[in-house]
Each structure stands twice: as structure tokens, then as C-alpha cells.
């Protein structure tokens, strides 16, 4: 099996900064992206930042210029730098693997982390 732990949550003010490690483990083969996603209470998860193994990457608009996402490859692992957080930045961050392939196994799977709380205050 496949698993995803994310760490690097908190408690930041606005205007800080936070990274967030996203560690996938398991009987992996490849992973094709890893992404980034949010949900506040009450709102749906919404897409924060993807990467793709060549190094691609996609940005929700309220996030260009402040959040980057990066990878390597060899550790199966995905950060996200978020500088300047703002408060409407608060919400559950997940990290997504998306069309894995593992060994003895067919076909290709997407996994998701339990998640890390992200909390900005004013």
C-alpha cells in the first residue's frame, strides 16, 4: 500500500511563512504529479498547487506569486513554501499523489494524506 503523511502545519501570523512536506511511502513505481489542496470549514477542497514529474507546475490563482511547490523525485516527496499567508489562507492542506504505479500491482492510483491544519491569524 501507499501511503501520504504531510507535516509542517501551524500556527503562523499574517505575513508569515510555513512549509509543508508531503512524504509518500510504500511499494511505489513512479508517481506521475503531487499536488496541493485546501478545504476550509464549510467549503469545498479546492486546488492549491501541482507539480508533475517533469517538473511542471499549476498554481490556483489566489496563490501565484506567494505559494511554490516543488518535488524530489528520489524521495517521493512534495513541499509547499507559503510566504505571506493571509488569513483566507486558513484551512486543511492535503497532499495528493496522482496516478501512482506500484510494483505488483496493475493499473495506476491516486492517494490522498490525512492532511495538516493551516492557520493564519489577523
Known amino acids: 500500500q501507499v501511503q501520504l503523511v504531510e507535516s509542517g502545519g501551524g500556527l503562523v501570523q499574517a505575513g508569515g511563512s510555513l512549509r509543508l512536506s508531503c512524504a509518500a511511502s510504500g511499494s511505489i513505481f513512479s508517481i506521475n504529479a503531487m499536488g496541493w489542496y485546501r478545504q476550509a470549514p464549510g467549503e469545498q477542497r479546492e486546488l492549491v498547487a501541482t507539480?508533475?514529474?517533469?517538473?511542471?507546475?499549476n498554481y490556483a490563482d489566489s496563490v501565484k506569486g506567494r505559494f511554490t511547490i516543488s518535488r524530489d523525485n528520489a524521495k517521493n516527496t512534495a513541499y509547499l513554501q507559503m510566504n505571506s499567508l493571509k488569513p483566507k489562507d486558513t484551512a486543511g492542506y492535503y497532499c495528493?499523489?496522482?496516478?501512482?504505479?506500484?510494483?505488483?500491482?496493475?493499473?495506476?492510483?491516486?492517494?490522498w494524506g490525512q492532511g495538516t491544519q493551516v492557520t493564519v491569524s489577523s
Open positions: 495528493d499523489a496522482d496516478r501512482v504505479a506500484v510494483y505488483n500491482r496493475l493499473g495506476r492510483y491516486n492517494y
Open positions: 507539480i508533475n514529474n517533469g517538473g511542471i507546475t
